[in-house]
């Protein structure tokens, strides 16, 4: 007998709000803090140092919502761009405030952590670097060492806003023992198409079938498009090959630009669909 996996996640088998979405522009009421609501901690900005990127310096942060309680195993979500999702209009810290004492979503623990000034290279390539750094050094040092979260992979989540979208993406298909959710926004899938040619949608196709589920955001008109292709249209691609393998996805397409509007303010409907009525074994 296989031992227990602590904090399993166990979650209502729905399809509801999966599939593609159109939107319009709304406010999300999770972007202000709600009455009663204990916001969560915020650590300092912290400096990791990585052997893998070779003395590569990291900024990063890490959020616990209000109903964490060590010793109890909570969801664990990573951050790409980690100082864009707590200032940059996603209200990331408040969402989740709101999420988490409302009972939508089970306890969190989240890592901020930003790319310092070498985004590009950190983020595009497909390889499995990002993840190396990751799950072999940063979390087992700053999170792992100091927090109980779920070892179920289905609670880990990496998420990421253009690069460091392809780049979370990345994290999930290399580290598929540790990481099986993934919230894109604009996520630049194409990004990975100038190193040997690699084409997500065409990897999801040609791989045995990966435990995932994937929400993922683009902007209808105002997306990026460039030599490698029009984002939205990549973001599909990749939706129709998650769908043909038969894993759960969603695809919200809505107003305003890159990584913009739309991404912005369905994030707390992305939360809910990926993890409302989930509980976590103690």
């Given at each position: 007998m296989e031992p227990a996996v602590f904090g399993k996640l166990t979650c209502p088998v729905t399809d509801v709000g999966n599939g593609v979405h159109m939107t319009t522009a709304m406010k999300p009421s999770e972007w202000e803090l709600g009455t009663g609501v204990i916001p969560g901690t915020l650590t300092s900005q912290a400096v990791f140092t990585s052997q893998t990127y070779d003395g590569y310096d990291f900024p990063y942060r890490i959020y616990t919502s209000a109903n964490y309680q060590d010793g109890k195993p909570a969801l664990?979500?990573?951050?790409?761009?980690?100082?864009?999702?707590?200032?940059?209009?996603y209200q990331s810290a408040t969402v989740l405030d709101n999420l988490t004492a409302e009972g939508a979503i089970p306890p969190v623990v989240?890592?901020?952590?930003?790319?310092?000034?070498?985004?590009?290279?950190?983020?595009?390539?497909?390889?499995?670097?990002?993840?190396?750094?990751?799950?072999?050094?940063?979390?087992?040092q700053v999170v792992l060492a100091e927090y109980s979260v779920s070892r179920d992979p289905n609670a880990w989540a990496t998420?990421?806003?253009?690069?460091?979208?392809?780049?979370?993406?990345?994290?999930?298909?290399?580290?598929p023992e540790q990481f099986h959710v993934f919230f894109g926004h604009s996520a630049s899938f194409g990004a990975s198409i100038r190193y040997d040619g690699w084409v997500w949608a065409d990897k999801l196709a040609q791989a045995p079938k990966r435990?995932?589920?994937?929400?993922?955001?683009?902007?209808a008109m105002g997306d990026l498009t460039d030599d490698r292709g029009s984002w939205r249209t990549i973001n599909e691609n990749v939706a129709k090959a998650l769908e043909a393998q038969g894993n759960p996805y969603r695809l919200v397409i809505g107003p305003g630009d890159h990584g913009g509007q739309a991404s912005k303010e369905d994030f707390p409907t992305a939360l809910r669909w990926m993890w409302s009525g989930c509980t976590l074994a103690p």
């Amino acid at each position: 007998m296989e031992p227990a996996v602590f904090g399993k996640l166990t979650c209502p088998v729905t399809d509801v709000g999966n599939g593609v979405h159109m939107t319009t522009a709304m406010k999300p009421s999770e972007w202000e803090l709600g009455t009663g609501v204990i916001p969560g901690t915020l650590t300092s900005q912290a400096v990791f140092t990585s052997q893998t990127y070779d003395g590569y310096d990291f900024p990063y942060r890490i959020y616990t919502s209000a109903n964490y309680q060590d010793g109890k195993p909570a969801l664990f979500l990573v951050f790409g761009d980690g100082g864009m999702y707590l200032n940059g209009g996603y209200q990331s810290a408040t969402v989740l405030d709101n999420l988490t004492a409302e009972g939508a979503i089970p306890p969190v623990v989240a890592l901020f952590v930003d790319p310092g000034n070498d985004r590009v290279n950190v983020y595009d390539p497909p390889t499995d670097k990002y993840a190396t750094f990751l799950t072999g050094e940063l979390i087992p040092q700053v999170v792992l060492a100091e927090y109980s979260v779920s070892r179920d992979p289905n609670a880990w989540a990496t998420v990421g806003y253009s690069a460091s979208g392809e780049a979370g993406f990345a994290v999930v298909w290399h580290r598929p023992e540790q990481f099986h959710v993934f919230f894109g926004h604009s996520a630049s899938f194409g990004a990975s198409i100038r190193y040997d040619g690699w084409v997500w949608a065409d990897k999801l196709a040609q791989a045995p079938k990966r435990e995932l589920r994937v929400s993922l955001a683009v902007a209808a008109m105002g997306d990026l498009t460039d030599d490698r292709g029009s984002w939205r249209t990549i973001n599909e691609n990749v939706a129709k090959a998650l769908e043909a393998q038969g894993n759960p996805y969603r695809l919200v397409i809505g107003p305003g630009d890159h990584g913009g509007q739309a991404s912005k303010e369905d994030f707390p409907t992305a939360l809910r669909w990926m993890w409302s009525g989930c509980t976590l074994a103690p």
